[in-house]
Structures are given as C-alpha cells and as structure tokens.
C-alpha cells in the first residue's frame, strides 16, 4: 500500500497562508490522481484539489484562486498552498492518491493520509 505523510497545518489567522506537504513512500501502485481533502468537525469529507498524472488540476470552487495544488520534484512529493485563508477553512486536511481519474470523490480515493489540522481564526 502507498503510505501518505502529511505536514504543514497549523494555526492563523483569516487571510494568512499556510504549506502542507503529502510525502508518499511504501509500495506503490500506478496512482493517476494525488488530491487533498479535508473535512471539518460534523460535515462530510470533501474534494479540495487534485493533480493527475498529466499534471492536469482540479479545484473545489470554494478554493479557486486561493489554492495551489503542486508535485514536488521527487514526485512521491505533493504540495497545497493555501492563500488568503478564511475560517471556514478550518478543516482536518487529507492527502489522497487514487487509481481514478482527478474527480474529488471521496469514494474513489485508495490511499489516505492520516490527516494534519489547519486551523483558521477570524
């Protein structure tokens, strides 16, 4: 299975910036899409950006413009930069690789990451 390792969440305030990072290792499998999701406290787990293998991306309209999802040059690294940052951002942020194509589904993803909180205070 491919571990996932993230890091970079924190706390900030609204409009601040924060970097995770998703490091992949383990045995591997021929992953299409590395996406990140997140999911606050009593909602359900959402899509928020994904790159696919052809480095086409894919965005949440609720993080377009504010979110930048980028591969490492090691490629077994992914990035999310996240600008401009408001409350309703404040989430428990998921890496994610899946086999699938870059639909932001929870339900196609097959590898999670543990999680790393991103806090955002107004």
């Known amino acids: 299975a491919v571990l996932l390792v993230e890091s970079g969440g924190g706390s900030v305030q609204a409009g601040g910036s924060l970097r995770l990072s998703c490091t992949a290792s383990?045995?591997?499998?021929?992953?299409?899409?590395m996406a990140w999701f997140r999911q606050a406290p009593g909602k359900e787990r959402e899509g928020v950006a994904g790159?696919?293998?052809?480095?086409?991306?894919t965005y949440a309209d609720s993080v377009k413009g504010r979110f930048t999802i980028s591969k490492g040059n090691a490629k077994n690294t992914l990035y999310l930069q996240m600008n401009s940052l408001k409350p309703e951002d404040t989430a428990m942020y998921y890496c994610?690789?899946?086999?699938?194509?870059?639909?932001?589904?929870?339900?196609?993803?097959?590898?999670w990451g543990q999680g790393t909180q991103v806090t955002v205070s107004s």
């Open positions: 790159i696919d293998t052809d480095d086409r991306l």
């Open positions: 994610a690789a899946s086999v699938w194509s870059c639909t932001l589904q929870a339900g196609r993803v097959t590898s």
């Open positions: 383990g045995e591997t499998y021929p992953v299409y899409c």
